[in-house]
């Protein structure tokens, strides 16, 4: 079989990412009028997405009761074989998808969508494919607070994220600019936290929880999974303007207005905010069956907490030291309750300032340092560092090839703990409108780099130009591309969001300090 990295020349499109094994054979499969198939019932999910796609092309899709009788054939790869592999066979008569699970199903229907030819009506090229990930996390975050992102974009986002094989949407959904999960319990969450009011507009936007449902549904019969991000202590203006008895701050708070990093934060010192959001994160589990959340756990400011005599009394009733140690403690105890209900904790590496818990994931984004200091004390990294990874960042500062470049495992001979990474997208100076241009095609540069791992990408130039026919047809599809390169980004079209420097705050309490 041809190496990943060859040219498969016109009669088989470009894929990303690329598959680890492919050999092109000569001929196309077309699928006529009908398309009979049958289908292991892992495959079902699969198979409905496929089905849907020839409807919407006006083919048929019938389904028949034995293997034999079909032209398609989703059938169950052998014991031992991984959810994500997948072995695709097409020849001139047939076409035979192995898996042994839904993700594998998922990730084959992609590629043959991806490989679909339309010169002359649907056909397949005569292709075989093996293949698997590298990574088992391959994310990207979304972030619905700053700008309320509509539940079209983001359905929409699923099927690009899924047609590059990425399996996990970190999804941001509370701030300090809004609240954007409706919560039943706590209804002024929603009342309140979700709106704010800017140069004499109110604007903002929630979703309920039948939405959520929806989207969470949609994603699982992609291969994804959602992970929601409902931020503390920290990043809580929203919530505390909503129920202001839950804060530290005198008087009644709005919703934040203004980017940056808000002084607002929980009261660690009152039992009742414990409860608070151990209710929400009760609703918060029912509503995502994902074993994954995140806390946020960042830029949590503690100026507040050392004017809070609730908050002293905790740091001297539990023997904290201080409020850092007052922070470790508060991610630590919500930490154990999601443990306790068979879930795990998930915070940016600001958890690295203490003595966290090891039932917590560590998601590093300031520094691949970052990354070995976790590591080396025994935590599961998802690796996100901004100089690679931050995709509202300008592409004249981080370009297709510095996403190409990055490597979470930090070429490390025994990087075991790292579960993959995550391209963010934050969202402070960006519109619904804005997103493909910020996405793509540096979002390619990711699901290859991520799923292909660093021993198999091809050579940096290989993949440009690979990239730049993909995007081709990306954009012929309807996705508002941006540039690929520096040299592509004239000082016009830059977005100018956010600069590529990496804040200090807190390095030197992980030891990295200077």
Same mark, same amino acid.
């Given at each position: 079989m041809s190496s990943v990295g060859s040219d498969h020349g016109p009669a088989c499109p470009d894929l990303i990412p690329q598959p680890r094994r492919l050999q092109v054979g000569?001929?196309?499969?077309v699928p006529g009028k009908t398309l009979t198939f049958w289908a292991a019932p892992e495959a079902d999910p699969a198979a409905r997405l496929l089905g849907d796609w020839l409807a919407a092309r006006g083919i048929g899709w019938q389904r028949?009761?034995?293997? *034999?009788?079909? =032209?398609?054939?989703?059938?169950?790869?052998?014991?031992?074989?991984?959810?994500? @592999?997948?072995? +695709?066979?097409?020849?001139? *008569?047939?076409?035979?998808?192995? @898996?042994?699970?839904?993700?594998?199903?998922?990730?084959?229907? %992609?590629?043959?969508?991806?490989?679909?030819?339309?010169?002359?009506?649907?056909? /397949?090229?005569?292709?075989?494919?093996?293949?698997?990930?590298?990574?088992? /996390? =391959?994310?990207? +975050?979304? *972030?619905?607070?700053?700008?309320?992102?509509?539940?079209?974009?983001?359905?929409?986002?699923?099927? %690009?994220?899924?047609?590059?094989?990425?399996?996990? +949407?970190? /999804?941001?959904l509370t701030d300090d600019q809004g609240w954007r999960l409706e919560i039943k319990r706590y209804p002024k969450l929603t009342e309140i936290g979700a709106w704010r009011v800017r140069d004499g507009v109110?604007?903002?936007?929630?979703?309920?929880?039948?939405?959520?449902?929806?989207?969470?549904?949609?994603?699982?019969?992609?291969?994804?999974?959602?992970?929601?991000?409902?931020?503390?202590?920290?990043?809580?203006? @929203?919530?505390? @303007?909503?129920?202001? *008895?839950?804060?530290?701050?005198?008087?009644?708070?709005?919703v934040g207005t203004a980017w940056g990093i808000y002084p607002n934060n929980y009261n660690a010192g009152d039992d009742r905010v414990f409860t608070f959001l151990e209710d929400v994160l009760h609703e918060v589990m029912e509503l995502f069956p994902f074993p994954y959340i995140h806390l946020g756990a960042d830029e949590c400011l503690k100026d507040q /907490?050392?004017?809070?005599?609730?908050?002293?009394?905790?740091?001297?009733?539990?023997?904290?030291?201080?409020?850092?140690?007052?922070q470790t403690y508060f991610i630590n105890r919500i930490a154990e309750f999601l443990h306790r209900h068979g879930r795990t904790a998930v915070g940016w590496d600001e958890v690295l300032e203490g003595p966290i818990t090891k039932h917590i994931v560590v998601q590093c984004w300031r520094d691949e340092a970052v990354i070995k200091v976790a590591l080396a004390r025994g935590y599961r990294i998802i690796a996100a560092p901004r100089r690679h990874c931050y995709f509202d960042i300008a592409v004249s500062q981080v370009d297709l090839t510095d996403v190409y470049a990055f490597d979470p495992s930090m070429g490390l001979a025994d990087a075991t703990g790292v579960i993959g990474g995550e391209a963010t997208l934050w969202t402070e100076h960006i519109a619904e409108s804005e997103m493909d241009h910020?996405?793509?095609?540096?979002?390619?540069a990711l699901a290859e780099t991520l799923w292909a791992g660093p021993a198999a990408k091809e050579a940096t130039d290989r993949f440009v130009q690979r990239a730049r026919r993909v995007t081709?047809?990306?954009?012929?599809?309807?996705?508002?591309?941006?540039?690929? +390169?520096?040299?592509?980004?004239?000082?016009?079209?830059?977005?100018g969001r956010k600069d590529l420097h990496v804040p200090p705050a807190g390095l030197d309490q992980i030891g990295l300090g200077g």
């Open positions: 000569a001929g196309r499969f028949v009761d034995q293997p *034999d009788a079909a =032209r398609l054939r989703l059938v169950a790869a052998p014991a031992g074989t991984a959810s994500e @592999a997948y072995r +695709l066979a097409i020849q001139a *008569d047939s076409i035979v998808v192995g @898996a042994a699970a839904a993700p594998g199903f998922s990730h084959a229907v %992609q590629t043959l969508l991806a490989l679909a030819l339309d010169d002359a009506g649907v056909a /397949w090229p005569v292709v075989t494919i093996e293949d698997a990930p590298h990574f088992e /996390w =391959r994310g990207l +975050l979304l *972030d619905s607070c700053r700008t309320f992102i509509s539940k079209a974009a983001i359905l929409r986002l699923l099927d %690009q994220m899924a047609a590059l094989k990425l399996n996990r +949407l970190h /999804w941001h109110r604007e903002g936007g929630f979703y309920t929880q039948a939405d959520i449902r929806e989207i969470v549904a949609f994603a699982a019969a992609r291969g994804i999974a959602i992970m929601p991000e409902i931020e503390m202590p920290g990043h809580a203006t @929203a919530a505390l @303007a909503a129920y202001p *008895d839950l804060g530290c701050g005198p008087g009644q708070l709005s /907490w050392k004017a809070s005599s609730e908050c002293q009394r905790r740091i001297a009733a539990e023997k904290l030291g201080d409020e850092h140690g007052l910020m996405l793509f095609p540096r979002l390619f081709a047809r990306w954009r012929s599809a309807g996705v508002n591309a941006g540039p690929m +390169l520096r040299d592509d980004a004239p000082a016009e079209t830059m977005k």
